[in-house]
């Protein structure tokens, strides 16, 4: 009896101990704004939060891009008179390698939809807009093949060129995506290439 009375007596303790509303001192977090973040609404008002010393402001980190975009290009259009940017975009390097045999056709077929009616399908500047001056526009357009002012040419300020016009031509940020705009340059490269091997 005295065994079971000394039983239940310490049994009791150790409950009444673990049970107790004792504060203990937690461990250290290694990172406590990871344990207990603070949850914000995106389009909340976060007017307040600098005066309680966050740092948030509802912008996305600079310099990253959303699931799904295409990379930017780094430089604007130049002011007029101003060729600061034009030149720059020579050191833009074209994110496409290689176009597979798939995607050089799709090259081509955007190459002729949007370029080939000035520059020709032989990229020699003899489109049907031209027709050896014959065409309904006068100014003969850029030889793309043959001149080497454009075989010459860096990828990136073709580019330029393209998104955002260069002389008489206008910009064909409408009508072709940045993704587009570069295929059509790897095409035109690829062809540039193809010629001078041939010489």
Request: positive net charge.
């Amino acid at each position: 009896m005295n065994k079971f009375l000394a039983i239940t007596f310490l049994t009791a303790v150790v409950v009444l101990t673990s049970c107790s509303d004792v504060k203990r001192k937690p461990g250290s977090i290694y990172m406590p704004d990871m344990a207990y973040s603070r949850a914000y609404e995106s389009y909340a008002d976060h007017s307040n939060l600098k005066e309680k010393g966050i740092n948030y402001d509802n912008r996305p980190v600079a310099g990253t891009i959303a699931r799904g975009q295409e990379m930017p290009f780094p430089y604007a259009k130049d002011a007029a008179g101003d060729t600061t940017n034009y030149t720059l975009s020579k050191s833009v390097v074209n994110p496409i390698d290689s176009l597979s045999e798939k995607d050089a056709k799709e090259a081509e077929r955007l190459y002729l939809i949007n370029c080939g009616i000035c520059h020709g399908a032989k990229l020699d500047g003899n489109g049907p807009l031209y027709k050896d001056g014959n065409g309904p526009y006068a100014a003969k357009p850029a030889m793309l093949v043959g001149d080497v002012k454009y075989e010459n040419m860096p990828e990136g300020q073709m580019f330029y060129s393209v998104a955002y016009g260069k002389n008489l031509m206008g910009s064909y940020a409408s009508q072709l995506s940045k993704h587009q705009r570069w295929m059509v340059i790897k095409y035109i490269k690829n062809k540039q290439a193809a010629a001078k091997a041939s010489k």
